[in-house]
């Protein structure tokens, strides 16, 4: 089992729809909890950023965290096309944070 | 500003050579690590220097090497080049010690080996 595990898609919606983007992983140590959006041909720039457990939003996006379940979540609301890009979680336990492979996200205008 | 620069942008070697890739850092920032992504997998860490030291070191063997020079820029090494080094590359640069949680992150070196 790998330690975080992320569906790669592609996952395809129609503008406007609410787009939720999920990683499990498998070490309940593991306090840092990120979300990263990757165009093509760019690096991965921070989305957010969770210490610990519970929820956070940034305007149209809101990230969750289940301790429990060891599952994290991006949701985002009125999605548009401009989000289509891959989006990666990154976990760990301090700076050595531990990837998942990256899901893609399609936004049909 | 300027962001985190990587140069060359493309580099295609053949099995067996040398590859250097460069990184410069963003102005102040001390912190550089190297990631390497290949196609379908997460990123997967390779180095981490800051101040000119390496500081950590990911699961890759002796042949992927670097170091930072002096101005905080830095040069990843990778030896006898094999088919599965082809990946994209990134380098990411931070404040002094700073963890992986503040990184920003440069657009890439992407490496063939044919």
């Known amino acids: 089992q790998k330690e975080v595990e992320q569906d790669p898609g592609p996952l395809s919606v129609p503008e406007g729809a609410i787009v939720s983007l999920n990683c499990t992983y498998s070490n309940s140590a593991f306090q840092y909890f990120m979300w990263y959006r990757q165009y093509s041909r760019k690096g991965p720039e921070l989305l957010m950023y969770t210490y610990s457990s519970g929820n956070k939003e940034d305007g149209r996006f809101t990230a969750q965290v289940d301790k429990s379940s060891k599952y994290i979540s991006l949701f985002i609301r009125d999605s548009q096309p401009s989000d289509s890009a891959t989006y990666l979680c990154?976990?760990?336990?301090?700076?050595?944070?531990?990837w998942g492979a990256g899901t893609k996200l399609i936004i049909k205008p | 500003e300027a962001g985190v620069t990587q140069s060359p942008t493309h580099l295609i070697k053949t099995r067996g050579q040398q590859a250097t890739l460069r990184c410069s850092p963003i102005s102040g920032h001390t912190s550089v690590y190297w990631y390497q992504q290949a196609l379908g997998l997460g990123l997967q860490f390779l180095l981490w220097?800051?101040?000119?030291?390496?500081?950590n070191r990911g699961n890759f063997p002796p042949r992927f090497s670097g170091r930072q020079f002096p101005n905080y820029s830095s040069e990843l090494n990778v030896n006898a080049l094999e088919l599965e080094d082809s990946a994209l590359y990134l380098c990411?640069?931070?404040?002094?010690?700073?963890?992986?949680?503040?990184?920003?992150f440069g657009a890439g070196s992407r490496l063939t080996v044919l």
């Open positions: 990411a640069s931070g404040p002094r010690l700073s963890g992986a949680n503040v990184l920003t």
């Open positions: 220097y800051d101040e000119g030291e390496e500081r």
């Open positions: 990154a976990i760990g336990p301090d700076y050595q944070l531990i």
